[in-house]
């Protein structure tokens, strides 16, 4: 199976910071990965799909880089509604298994 | 709009069965697969595999294996995850998360999911 690593796995920051959250693959996935984000008590949301294209409805201030092994989620401009954690979801069809990061829950400084 | 609503939470001892249901709305149910998940109490996502909504065909991913059941009725454009045996361990959120893409070849990330199930295994 693919693993997946993010980091960090906690992230202190204030309304308007710029954030960046990285994840790694353990082996190459192309730009086969997606991010989400989720709330306490709330289902994932999905925010950005192959690697850098962003869901429909998501902010602009979110964004999404990286292809082979390396991928970053940033928020431009944190708001109070973006404090959460966030996942990344390899889809590489050379897996068996999707495998999700451990996740990276950004707190209010 | 596209909707997933399951079914309420469950508190079960260990050794009985349960089912979850995920009821889909919005959209054409037969075109795009169903995934279940796991999140297990403060921890992250676990996949559990997919069911084609087309033939009904299960897959099921390594950890969740015999004792999980996916199954559909496209007649209401539900489907169920059933785990019998019931274990401590398996006390966690089951989210259904529709699939875009190709779960088939394990190509797929997931668009909507449902609100969650907690199922809670004690005695």
């Known amino acids: 199976d693919i693993q997946m690593t993010q980091s960090p796995s906690t992230l202190s920051a204030s309304v308007g910071d710029r954030v960046t959250i990285t994840c790694r693959a353990s082996q190459s996935i192309s730009s086969w990965l997606a991010w989400y984000q989720q709330k306490p008590g709330k289902a994932p949301k999905l925010l950005i799909y192959k690697a850098s294209s962003l869901e429909s409805g998501v902010p602009s201030r979110f964004s999404g880089s990286g292809s082979g092994t390396e991928f970053t989620l940033t928020i431009s401009s944190l708001q109070p509604d973006d404090f959460a954690t966030y996942y990344c979801?390899?889809?590489?069809?050379?897996?068996?298994?999707?495998?999700f990061g451990g996740g990276t829950k950004v707190e209010i400084k | 709009q596209v909707q997933l609503v399951q079914s309420g939470s469950e508190l079960k001892e260990p050794g009985a069965s349960v089912k979850v249901s995920c009821r889909a709305s919005?959209?054409?149910?037969?075109?795009?697969?169903m995934s279940w998940v796991r999140q297990a109490p403060g921890q992250g996502l676990e996949w559990m595999g997919w069911i084609n909504t087309n033939s009904g065909s299960p897959t099921y991913v390594q950890g969740f294996t015999g004792r999980f059941v996916f199954s559909l009725d496209t007649s209401v454009s539900t489907a169920y995850l059933q785990i019998s045996s019931l274990k401590a361990e398996d006390t966690a959120l089951y989210y259904c998360?529709?699939?875009?893409?190709?779960?088939?070849?394990?190509?797929?990330?997931?668009?909507?999911w449902g609100q969650g199930t907690l199922v809670t295994v004690s005695s």
């Open positions: 919005g959209y054409t149910f037969t075109s795009y697969s």
């Open positions: 998360a529709r699939g875009r893409g190709f779960c088939s070849s394990s190509n797929c990330y997931f668009d909507y």
């Open positions: 979801q390899q889809y590489n069809s050379h897996s068996p298994k999707l495998t």
